[in-house]
C-alpha cells in the first residue's frame, strides 16, 4: 500500500514572525507564552530575542470563536467546493467553528496546485498567521482533490489541514511519541521517503513541542486527527505510531475546550 503523502505545516518567512506573533496575542491572549516557556525560548534560542519570543507564541483564534470565510483560487466546481466545506465544518459538531464561502476577500485561500517541493502537496498555514498571506497565494493546499477522491481522504486530509487552520499543531510532535521515534532511522528514512533534510526530520518530527503550549489533553492521542502515521521501521520498539484517519472524540473534547460554545440560555 502506498504511504499517505506527508502534511508539512507552511510557516511564516522570518521576517513576519514578530508581526504574526503580536497579532496572534491580540486577537487571543491566551497565545502568550508562559513565562516559563518565554525564559526557555530565549535562553537556547537562536537570532533576535523579539523573533526567539515569536516562535512560542500561540496561533489560536478569539475563544469566542471562529468565523473565517473561505475562498478557491482555481477552477473548482460547485460540488467539490461543498464537499471541501462540509469537511471543514466537521469541527463544528463541537466547537464554536464555522466556515462559509465567498467570492470575496476570503480569509482562507484554498488551492490544488501540484508542483513539488514549494506550493504542492498538501498543507496549511496555522491559525492565525493566515492573516500574513498575501491575498493572492493560498493558505491551503489540496494537491489533486477532485469528486472522485475517496471520502477517506477527505475526512483524512481536509479535516487535519482545518485542523491546522484553526490552530491545532501535529500530535505525533507531543512529548510523550516523540521520545518513540529513533532520530538516525528517521532521518534515514524521511530523506529516502520524502526527500527531507536532517534539518527538515527535525523540525517536523524529532522536535518536540513543549506541553504547556500546546493546551492539549494530559497524553498525546495517537489515532489524532492531527496526528502522522508513522511506520514501526523508525521508532525505538518497532511498532508504528498509527495516525489519525478522522476527528476522534478526543479531537472533538479538544476542539470544544478551545472554541467553547456559548452557554444554551436557562429555561
Known sequence: ??????????ELPRSKWVAAAQMAVKLNPANRPHATVAAHAMAIGTGAP?????LVVGKRWPASGVRLTVGFLDDAPSDLRAR????MNAWAKSAN???????TDPDVRIARVDSPPDDGGYWSYVGTDIRHIGKSKQTMNL?????????SEYRRVVRHETGHTLGFPHEHMRRQLVNRIDRAKAIKYFAKSDGWSARQVSDQVLTPLEESTILGTTRADQRSIMCYDLPGQITKDGKPIIGGVDITPQDYRFAASI????AAPAR
Open 143 to 151: 494537491e489533486g482533490f477532485t469528486m472522485k477522491t475517496p471520502e
Open 84 to 87: 471541501i466545506l462540509l469537511h
Open 50 to 54: 523579539r523573533e526567539r519570543l515569536a
Open 259 to 262: 472554541y467553547p460554545r456559548p
Open 1 to 10: 500500500m502506498a504511504k499517505n503523502p506527508v502534511c508539512v505545516p507552511k
Open 97 to 103: 467553528v464555522l466556515f462559509v464561502e465567498t467570492g
